[in-house]
């Protein structure tokens, strides 16, 4: 008889984690630039930057950046600091017309220079760009890789480059034309009137942008009228990128990926003029705005010419299949996968999640989303960004507070391959609350608006970046955090194959039923990740329900799960929690697929990553 052992230490994790080797994927700390660093405990609702103050670059500090790193992250996204339209007046950058910003300090994604930062964030306005290349060197040196945001389908409506004014979008269009490929925009005809924006009842607005008070172009969000409504990117104008939208989804027509720069249209070259810009300052990747809204075929350009400059410049797409703007009839995840995009949203999974607490939906609807193909393990998964809701949000994910961000993260941080997400604030429980700005009380920390965050602040501790003003739930949550992303930086993660377990326990009454549920998964939701070269295997339980422990839980692992573990024929198997607990617990091979593993209570929104040890034949 051979004895077989293949129980696997926590100690195995650990020196996965420190290995002198390239970041397995990666583990993305969202920083809002405005917000990060800020201090000033105002809060003025709509206050300017004298009264509510505003982050800097020189407030991400080598201590900041070395806490992020301790935390597991491995890239740094740089969130908004592109020059944007502001109601700010800087020398030399005067104040934009209040009628086209969303809120004082203005919307990061209405761009005024893609090659500029945003001067708000300098202590030295004059000198924005040398302290922005400064923060990059803290980030290098702290072994941070650095993104930041890449916004192709829109501009400011005054957008005009000071840095590269032979590369402003819109000089020699042919303004005669709704649509002509080298154009940089569409252009409504003046017969159908000048722009009249939604901003008329605003103090200090009269409806009236200057420049297109006589012929208004396209706004951001394909809205092709001269009169945007306040619900629409009234802020911005739609760029064009050859091909004529208003004529359906294909774009066939356009160059290949092979294509000189002579050949291809305009907003093409401009735009690969300013990805070449920010790579050769040592940017190593970007987060790609609304990227279905642009056409696949400029991306396969695009993305191959950047991975000439750097083999590794990663790519990330916020992307919605379901949004009636895409610019394909297949899914669109899959073509800017297939463009060369490393990462893609997953939107899906999250808002099947936040639908546990608003629309009735139960775990089990997962599991149809875990059978996307390649996309699945491309999937960057988040539980907030600065689009959502904050989860600690009283009014939002059932009301139930900090906690609940753990089953939530756990689950989506655990599932795929694909890189993941952490929002700043969402570690210690930010909830955004409150009026902050043009956005109202929406459940968001504001992006429009100068503002500071109240409970991140205590985190900052007056740039101590030590936590010495959070409360003890605080710091037990940015542990539990912590924790999570190094542990699923082990190879059963970041390699390792899944396998949902709620459809082979749906019958099973032991499984996370609550009062008089007569079926399983609506709140428990558990898989398997397995790493087939390093054997490493985890069990991820995890308890949605927001006031209920659940008790006498039993996982049941049918033949066809052992078999995908590759441990079929084991005798014993030993589990051990390596992320909020010391538990531990065995179970037989004949238990597996009757009684199942015998779980500990689970307390109310709560998470186990158990790996899994077996020893016998």
Avoid at 55 to 78: D, Y
Wanted: glycine share 10%.
């Amino acid at each position: 008889m051979r004895i077989l052992s293949c129980v696997l230490f926590g100690a195995a994790i650990a020196s996965e984690l420190h290995a002198e080797e390239p970041p397995p994927r990666a583990v993305i700390y969202q920083l809002l630039v405005r917000t990060f660093g800020n201090t000033n405990e105002t809060r003025k609702t709509n206050g300017t930057l004298e009264e509510n103050g505003c982050g800097k670059f020189a407030h991400i500090t080598p201590v900041a950046l070395a806490s992020i790193k301790e935390m597991g992250f491995t890239h740094v996204w740089l969130t908004g600091v592109l020059e944007q339209a502001s109601g700010t007046n800087w020398p030399r950058i005067p104040a934009d017309d209040p009628d086209i910003l969303k809120g004082v300090a203005g919307s990061p994604y209405a761009i005024r220079d893609y090659f500029d930062v945003s001067p708000d964030y300098a202590v030295v306005p004059a000198k924005r760009m040398d302290e922005f290349k400064a923060l990059l060197a803290r980030c290098e040196a702290e072994g941070l890789r650095v993104l930041i945001d890449f916004v192709p389908n829109h501009v400011a409506r005054s957008y005009a480059s000071d840095v590269r004014p032979d590369l402003s979008f819109g000089e020699g269009d042919r303004r005669g034309e709704f649509f002509h490929r080298d154009n940089s925009f569409f252009y409504l005809q003046q017969d159908e009137g000048g722009l009249v924006l939604p901003t008329s009842h605003t103090p200090g607005c009269d409806g009236i942008f200057l420049p297109e008070k006589d012929q208004a172009r396209v706004t951001g969000n394909n809205v092709v009228s001269n009169r945007p409504a306040l619900s629409d990117w009234y802020e911005t104008v739609k760029l064009n990128y050859g091909h004529d939208f208003t004529s359906g989804r294909d774009t066939s027509h356009l160059p290949g990926p092979n294509a000189e720069p002579a050949d291809v249209p305009k907003t093409w070259r401009i735009m690969d003029e300013v990805l070449a810009y920010w790579q050769a300052m040592g940017i190593d990747g970007f987060r790609c705005d609304m990227a279905h809204m642009v056409p696949i075929e400029f991306w396969k350009w695009a993305v191959k010419r950047c991975r000439t400059r750097d083999p590794a410049v990663f790519f990330c797409a916020e992307a919605y299949d379901n949004d009636p703007m895409k610019l394909t009839e297949g899914h669109v995840l899959d073509a800017l996968l297939g463009a060369g995009f490393d990462a893609v949203y997953d939107d899906p999974s999250y808002d099947l999640l936040a639908d546990l607490y608003k629309a009735d939906k139960w775990t089990n609807d997962l599991d149809p989303l875990t059978f996307t193909g390649e996309r699945f393990h491309k999937s960057l998964r988040y539980s907030e960004n600065h689009d959502e809701v904050r989860l600690a949000n009283p009014r939002e994910w059932g009301g139930h507070g900090i906690s609940v961000g753990k089953p939530v993260s756990a689950v989506l941080f655990a599932m795929g391959r694909g890189p993941v997400m952490l929002y700043n604030g969402q570690e210690v429980g930010e909830p955004a609350e409150g009026v902050e700005g043009f956005g109202g009380d929406d459940a968001r920390t504001s992006i429009f608006d100068y503002w500071s965050m109240p409970e991140f602040t205590k985190w900052v501790n007056d740039g101590k970046f030590d936590g010495g003003k959070l409360s003890a739930e605080q710091k037990s949550l940015r542990a539990w955090y912590g924790k999570l992303i190094r542990t699923t930086q082990a190879k059963a993660f970041t390699r390792g194959d899944f396998y949902g377990l709620n459809h082979a326990n749906n019958a099973n009454p032991a499984f996370g039923r609550v009062r008089d549920e007569s079926a399983s998964g609506h709140w428990l939701y558990t898989f398997l990740r397995h790493d087939r070269e390093s054997g490493q295997a985890f069990l991820v339980v995890a308890n949605f329900h927001g006031s209920e422990t659940l008790h006498g839980v039993k996982i049941q692992i049918p033949q066809n799960a052992r078999i995908f573990l590759g441990r079929s024929e084991i005798e014993t198997w030993h589990f051990s929690d390596k992320l909020a607990s010391s538990w531990a617990g065995s179970t037989s091979r004949e238990s597996l697929d009757v009684d199942g593993i015998t779980l500990p209570d689970l307390p109310p929104c709560s998470a186990l990553l158990l790996e899994i040890g077996c020893s016998g034949h």
